[in-house]
Each structure stands twice: as structure tokens, then as C-alpha cells.
């Protein structure tokens, strides 16, 4: 890899986004502060993902596939596919309740 969008602990505790391959800027296209918030919400939430224990989704549109290029992250949704998020509830002793 020469790059990535954003890195995870699997099951951690960390993880990171960066902003700078999310800007329509880097490819030339013109300032769009919408769609740089979408696509952050949605690799926020894939790496967040990764922390509680999911690996990459095959799922059409759950925002735990992989992307490669910026146009993948466009493709999903920011949601989690119903199998993705069953696990989470699963793994829910990790949320803090009070
Ligand atoms: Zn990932
Ligand atoms: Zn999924």
C-alpha cells in the first residue's frame, strides 16, 4: 500500500482518518465540503468498525467494505450492513452504559 484513507486497532483502542485523499481537491475537482464531511462520517465509522471487531464486509453499500479509491467510499453507505452490526451488539461489552 502506498497510502491509506485511515488505520485501525482491530479491537482496539485507536484508530486514525485522514482527511487529505478525502478532499475533492486532491484530484483536482473542486472544494465540496459536503461530500469531504460524508466521506470522513463514513471512514470515521469504517475504522470505528474495525475497533469493535469487524473485518472488511462483502455486503453491497455496508460501510465496512474496503475501498481502495476515493469512488468506493462514494459507493457505500455510512451504515452498517445488518450482519455487521448484529456483531457489534454482540461485542457490546465494551460500550460503556452509564
Ligand atoms: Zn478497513
Ligand atoms: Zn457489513
Not at 42 to 48: D, G, R, S
Not at 55 to 69: D, K, L, R
Request: glycine share 8%; with cysteine.
Amino acid at each position: 500500500m502506498t497510502f491509506v484513507f485511515g488505520e485501525a486497532q482491530l479491537e482496539g483502542i485507536g484508530s486514525i482518518v485522514s482527511t487529505k485523499r478525502l478532499e475533492n481537491e486532491f484530484y483536482g475537482g473542486a472544494p465540496d465540503k459536503h461530500l469531504l464531511m460524508e466521506r470522513l462520517l463514513k471512514e470515521a465509522t469504517h475504522e470505528f468498525g474495525h475497533t469493535f471487531n469487524l473485518y472488511h464486509c462483502f455486503i453491497p453499500g455496508c460501510v465496512m467494505n474496503s475501498s481502495t479509491y476515493v469512488e468506493n467510499i462514494d459507493e457505500k453507505s455510512i451504515r452498517f450492513c445488518r450482519e455487521c452490526e448484529t456483531q457489534i451488539q454482540k461485542d457490546d461489552t465494551r460500550i460503556i452504559k452509564d
